[in-house]
């Protein structure tokens, strides 16, 4: 059984800094490319932010680019997600998601929400940003 437990989060305030832990179960996580997934208060999910099989290559939408920082580490099954610089706007609760498929994938891919299974994520971890 899939499982992804994120954890990190926190109440902090504007322009302050969190990382984000997601420890994955119940699949090869080397062999995965990993996202984080957002949802604030009312709204929709939105994609945040991935990395392929291949640490090197990572990937973020424009409201994160340049403040937040994705890793993993396949030795501890677990992804990271720092997160600088941090605004009002990014308070919500923050996923961790494996896509449907393995091996290397597109970013146009990852960034696409309907390639993963809500199902297999995790309970989420909040991040609240206010003064």
């Known amino acids: 059984e899939v499982q992804l437990v994120e954890s990190g989060g926190g109440l902090v305030q504007p322009g302050g800094s969190l990382r984000l832990s997601c420890t994955a179960s119940?699949?090869?996580?080397?062999?995965?490319?990993i996202s984080w997934v957002r949802q604030a208060p009312g709204k929709g999910l939105e994609w945040v932010s991935a990395?392929?099989?291949?640490?090197?290559?990572?990937y973020y939408a424009d409201s994160v680019k340049g403040r937040f920082t994705i890793s993993r580490d396949n030795a501890k099954n677990t992804a990271y997600l720092q997160l600088n610089s941090l605004k009002t706007e990014d308070t919500a609760m923050y996923y961790c998601?494996?896509?449907?498929?393995?091996?290397?994938?597109?970013?146009?891919?990852?960034?696409?929400?309907?390639?993963?299974?809500?199902?297999?994520w995790g309970q989420g971890t909040q991040v609240t940003v206010s003064s």
């Open positions: 998601a494996k896509p449907r498929d393995g091996g290397w994938v597109t970013s146009a891919y990852l960034s696409t929400l309907g390639n993963y299974d809500t199902n297999s």
């Open positions: 990395i392929n099989v291949w640490e090197s290559e990572t």
């Open positions: 119940g699949f090869t996580f080397s062999s995965y490319a």
